[in-house]
């Protein structure tokens, strides 16, 4: 029997906009902190804090915009998330102060949070059932490529025709985005809901699925960590003298976890959960640890590296974990808790770390990171202990 379509017009338009929609998050993720400090004259702590806004606004939107999703239509909301992102967009090159900056970081991470929402659901009622794990993982794979193209793409046009051109550059990414989402099927549950006025329910079981929580909260903790490696190896590699090799960390970062995802995840399904997290935390901990003491390019790439095999098998197996203690009906609440979670993680951690960095250097900051994230293992153990591990791939 033949297996339903997976590769349909509206799969790879909405992979393909979410790709486009990470890729500018990505690039303006390595260059504002640089842009803050050096055009703005800001400090570390506030080119944290421009990371640290984006996210928290980001995550309060997305617990009520799945209602909005399920009010107005998937493609609607898509289509409203995108036009406020590329307003946005627009405006930064007329910011000339760092609480503007602050300030329009809020409402951009407000159309971010409602696009990725959007985004998550379309793909969701797009995948044939019978190729779920399939089709989430080529997904899923957007972002990681996304995650390589726009730091590498950003510290490139930075250094080269600086942050004027790469604000051109996101502008077009967006706008590409939004004429990409008017192509989608309308979704047809949209179409058939009886008109009315909207009602948000604030009810905490339609804003966090509970039996998410604490591997959530774990993920939590090591993404306050990647928040270091997001926002401040851009700014580390200027400081080592290798500022053009800052770009190449996030594409030997991702091709590691491109090439590790099928081995991992087949690991994950034969062994269980613990024996892929406790390892890939102590690489995780190597990795920084390696990265610390990096003083030129080799060991800088090959700390990428290993950080991109620790880190980029936590984060897949931690999701996993979450949507699996979920009851099928709550799987996607589940889903919106544990990212919701991380992406407050990142935001905190942001703040946190740059506040560090000012105070210790970012060698000692990344050597703490390592001692930090060894401590991670026995916050999952106790997370994990006495619990069935799930046994699904992490895609």
Not at 20 to 34: A, G, K, N, Q
Request: glycine share 10%.
């Amino acid at each position: 029997m033949n297996k339903p379509a997976l590769w349909t017009k509206d799969f790879i338009g909405i992979s393909f906009t979410n790709f486009l929609l990470f890729m500018t998050f990505y690039f303006l993720l390595v260059t504002l902190p640089v842009y803050v400090l050096n055009e703005l004259n800001g400090t570390e702590t506030e080119a944290g804090l421009a990371t640290t806004v984006f996210l928290i606004s980001a995550i309060l939107i997305r617990f009520i915009s799945g209602q909005w999703v399920e009010h107005f239509g998937k493609k609607n909301v898509l289509i409203a998330s995108l036009v406020l992102f590329l307003a946005a967009l627009i405006i930064y090159p007329f910011v000339s102060g760092l609480n503007a900056l602050l300030i329009l970081r809020f409402f951009h991470g407000i159309g971010f949070g409602m696009a990725t929402t959007a985004a998550g659901a379309i793909v969701a009622d797009i995948i044939p059932n019978s190729r779920r794990g399939e089709g989430m993982g080529y997904y899923v794979m957007s972002m990681n490529v996304a995650m390589a193209i726009g730091p590498f793409a950003g510290l490139f046009i930075m250094n080269k025709w600086g942050i004027g051109m790469g604000f051109t550059v996101c502008m077009t990414v967006a706008f590409i985005s939004l004429l990409i989402s008017f192509s989608l099927k309308k979704d047809e549950a949209a179409s058939e809901k009886p008109a009315g006025k909207f009602k948000l329910d604030l009810s905490p079981g339609n804003l966090i699925e509970k039996s998410a929580l604490p591997i959530a909260l774990t993920g939590t903790f090591f993404a306050i960590v990647y928040s270091a490696i997001l926002s401040f190896v851009s700014v580390y590699a200027q400081e080592l003298h290798i500022g053009e090799a800052a770009g190449f960390f996030f594409v030997v970062y991702a091709v590691v976890i491109v090439l590790s995802r099928p081995f991992t995840g087949r690991w994950f399904d034969l062994y269980g959960a613990n024996a892929i997290v406790y390892p890939s935390i102590v690489l995780f901990a190597a990795g920084m640890l390696l990265l610390s003491q990096a003083g030129g390019t080799g060991l800088f790439l090959i700390a990428a590296g290993v950080i991109g095999l620790g880190w980029g098998t936590l984060f897949p197996g931690f999701q996993t974990i979450a949507i699996s203690k979920a009851r099928p009906e709550k799987k996607a609440l589940a889903t919106a808790t544990f990212l919701s979670l991380f992406d407050l993680g990142i935001g905190f951690g942001s703040f946190v770390v740059g506040i560090v960095a000012a105070g210790l250097g970012f060698k000692m900051l990344y050597a703490a990171c390592a001692v930090y994230v060894l401590a991670g293992l026995i916050v999952y153990y106790f997370v994990q202990k006495n619990k069935t591990e799930p046994k699904h791939s992490p895609q």
